[in-house]
């Protein structure tokens, strides 16, 4: 009976219990965790352990931050031992069920068994009664006769008259339905029979003869109450009390059960009324048929607590899994009639007002300390996951649709509402609250996103946000892998990414619809996507209403919606990398394929040029005037977003620069050619670094990795020079020399990008002469 106690009390914890998610292991194995487990607990085991001894041992060194960790370390080993506790329960669920029930029926068993060794006893002391009577000797019998014979004339006692008339009262009860009566008197006649046994004013065929008819009443009674309690017009109090009356008969099992199956009954007529059809949508249906089978749970509930209490841990179980078969049962009906016709057309928004809904009736039941809504998941997860990639297949359709079409003219969304009709984040002075400018498909683009994440928002309980995050995500690099395909010229390799393979695009011809792209891409990865992710967020549901706890949220982003913002950005970085080689190849390289960036600018220039001539190499002029009208085009699509115009002409600068850096024929031509790199060709190719180091520092994007690479060419340049036998320092200037023609070149072709030549006798070139005289005359000096 201990074993079947505790059993119980185990259980009756188990039956009100959310099903938790296992706590991840560290590696270490069972055998080993359970060792050092029991090594640390030994000191705890003796008996002249004293807790506030030890505890103070322990933190009379420790400081207040050392204290704090130990405390925190201690809570989170009490969570994990209660986690840990609740799996192991769950996991021998059914067999703790399994076990209850038959420690039940041994119970049942036993009780008869008793029974029936009582009546047993009984017909024993009768037969020795009789065979004692047999054994007298004859010379009694003539005595033994008379007593007989007076016995026979004598009246008999009260306690025979009851005995005889008992019998004929129980059936009076039992024929006018006198419950309370009739459990009242079975008592009784149990406690006379008992009194009767120990004084002996009964036979053993009167006490018999008796016990029988007590027995065979209370099953007669018995079959009153369930037949009545099985009835359509039976009530709740009426079930209560058929049930309270089989539990004092002695029959508690049967009563239990005799709950469930009126319930069961109940809700099964109930809902022969309910036909998907007979409904508008599938919400109707499903709120319908959610309130019928959740009342009947709740109602089985409180009868069976009423009737039972929380202590009967075996009934609590039964309850339990009558329930979850009940909800799984819904949960079919709903998935079929409701939910898998709304997933299959993608009706997203439809399934979730499904899945709410039967989710709202079944959180009701928690209070009475009973969780069913892992089953609901389960069932309706796969139809629910069906409908968010039928969304995001969509999603990805209508983008392709719209890119087709898109004139990469960047403009602010509509005053007041999104192209969708909801409501949108917007200003009254025509712009977005946030300054974006996008064009049509990516305005497009994130409004569906947008709404899409509206509409998973209620189904944060399913734990989808990890598989909602990873389809936008997947739409997301679909989307940019057609801004890569709309880009002139790009490769065969990177248009026929997944997303744009098969898909018609319209090209960006110019350079302003170019960083449109980059602009379309930017804003969604960094600021827009990860917005609209928020809505996800436990606390956007829980503090709209709290300014201060929305900051905080947006402060505190959630690790994961952090990392998804990083693979946001990779793609957009896998934009602008193809997008800056790509310019970074016209630059380099003319349209009949000849190299604009070659050794021989640099070994050919000694004796054609004059030292007072020199200006940056037209390539890295180029640049520059390319990086400057780019900077103009950008002033207008990045506004307040100038980060997003710096990496871009940080990319490209690195692009053509580490193209110097990793050009092999370039260095092999400079180092080890049949021609040695001159004089005018060292300061020509000094200058033209120092050219890109001077523009990249004035607009600021001269990054650690660009500062980098044109140190190290510089070095590998003055190098190659040094391998001619000649000081590289006798040649080289002072730096503000070449920062001055630098500057003089920067300022011409900002005021004149169309012509980024300067003249000999303009006034980039005095000051350069003059520069160089006065350096060689300091030099001389």
Not at 154 to 173: G, H, M, N, Q, Y
Not at 617 to 626: A, D, G, V, W
Request: include cysteine; charge should be negative.
């Amino acid at each position: 009976m201990a074993t079947a106690k505790s059993s119980r009390s185990r259980a009756s914890g188990q039956s009100g219990m959310l099903q938790a998610n296992g706590v991840v292991g560290n590696g270490v194995s069972a055998a080993d965790s359970a060792l050092q487990l029991t090594d640390m607990l030994q000191i705890f085991k003796s008996d002249n352990f004293d807790p506030d001894g030890y505890v103070q041992s322990k933190c009379q060194t420790m400081s207040e931050k050392e204290i704090r960790h130990l405390c925190s370390h201690l809570q989170d080993l009490k969570r994990a031992s209660a986690e840990e506790m609740r799996r192991s329960v769950y996991a021998n669920y059914a067999a703790f069920i399994r076990t209850s029930k038959e420690i039940s029926d041994l119970e049942g068993e036993l009780l008869s068994i008793r029974n029936l060794l009582s009546t047993q006893a009984t017909l024993i002391h009768g037969l020795a009664e009789g065979v004692h009577v047999e054994s007298l000797s004859s010379s009694s019998e003539d005595s033994i006769k008379e007593d007989a014979s007076h016995v026979e004339d004598r009246e008999p006692s009260d306690i025979e008259r009851w005995a005889l008339e008992f019998p004929d009262i129980l059936d009076v009860l039992l024929a006018e339905r006198r419950v309370d009566e009739a459990l009242t008197a079975f008592d009784e006649g149990e406690k006379m029979i008992t009194e009767a046994k120990e004084k002996k004013t009964l036979n053993a065929s009167e006490l018999s003869s008796l016990q029988a008819a007590i027995t065979d009443r209370r099953q007669k009674l018995a079959d009153q109450l369930a037949d009545a309690a099985c009835q359509s017009s039976t009530r709740g109090v009426e079930l209560r009390a058929a049930a309270s009356a089989l539990k004092r008969l002695g029959d508690a099992t049967r009563a239990h059960n005799l709950i469930l199956t009126a319930h069961d009954q109940r809700l099964q007529y109930n809902l022969q009324t309910i036909h998907p059809t007979s409904t508008s949508y599938g919400g109707a249906y499903t709120a319908a048929l959610s309130q019928q089978v959740f009342s009947a749970i709740a109602q089985a509930v409180n009868d069976s607590l009423d009737v039972f209490g929380n202590d009967e841990s075996t009934y609590a179980s039964e309850l339990v899994i009558w329930a979850t078969r009940k909800t799984e049962t819904f949960a079919h009906l709903v998935k079929r009639h409701a939910l898998a016709s709304s997933a299959a057309a993608g009706g997203l928004r439809a399934a979730a007002e499904c899945v709410q809904i039967a989710i709202g009736h079944c959180s009701l039941l928690e209070a009475r300390g009973l969780s069913l809504s892992s089953v609901l998941f389960k069932t309706f997860r796969p139809s629910v996951e069906q409908a968010l990639d039928a969304n995001l297949k969509r999603i990805e359709e209508s983008t392709a649709a719209l890119v087709a079409a898109d004139d990469w003219t960047l403009a602010y969304p509509p005053v007041g509402a999104r192209p969708s009709g909801r409501t949108s984040t917007t200003t009254a002075g025509g712009g977005n609250a946030f300054q974006s400018k996008l064009s049509s498909s990516a305005l497009r683009f994130h409004s569906m996103v947008q709404d899409f994440f509206e509409d998973v928002g209620p189904l944060l309980s399913m734990q989808l946000g990890g598989s909602t995050l990873d389809g936008v995500l997947r739409v997301f690099n679909s989307y940019v892998n057609l801004l890569i395909k709309a880009l002139p010229g790009s490769m065969e390799e990177e248009a026929n990414l997944e997303g744009a393979a098969n898909k018609i695009v319209k090209t960006a011809d110019t350079e302003a619809q170019q960083v449109a792209l980059l602009a379309n891409a930017s804003f969604l990865a960094d600021e827009l996507l990860p917005r609209a992710a928020m809505k996800l967020a436990p606390l956007y549901q829980g503090g709209q209403d709290d300014p201060h706890r929305r900051a905080s949220d947006r402060q505190n982003r959630f690790p994961e919606q952090r990392e998804w913002k990083k693979k946001l950005q990779r793609a957009v970085e896998r934009l602008r990398t193809i997008f800056c080689r790509q310019h970074a190849l016209d630059l380099i390289f003319t349209e009949d394929g000849h190299s604009q960036l070659s050794a021989d600018m640099y070994l050919n220039i000694d004796g054609t040029v004059d030292e007072s001539n020199l200006t940056p190499s037209p390539i890295f002029q180029e640049l520059f005037e390319k990086l400057h009208k780019m900077a103009i085009i950008a002033s207008d699509m990045f506004i307040g977003r100038e980060r997003f115009a710096t990496l871009l002409w940080t990319k490209l600068t690195e692009t053509v620069i580490l193209w110097l850096s990793n050009d092999q024929s370039f260095w092999d031509d400079i180092e080890e050619g049949h021609k040695p790199l001159g004089p005018l060709g060292l300061l020509q190719f000094y200058l033209d670094m120092k050219f890109v180091a001077q523009f990249a520092t004035q607009n600021r994007f001269l990054s650690r990795l660009l500062n980098q690479v044109i140190r190290e060419v510089i070095e590998r340049a003055l190098a190659a020079f040094s391998a001619t036998g000649i000081d590289p320092n006798s040649v080289l200037y002072e730096d503000r020399w070449f920062e001055g023609i630098a500057n003089e070149t920067i300022q011409s072709i900002k005021g004149n990008p169309s012509n980024g030549d300067r003249e000999v006798n303009s006034p980039t070139a005095s000051v350069s002469a003059q520069s160089i005289s006065s350096v060689r005359s300091h030099g001389s000096s």
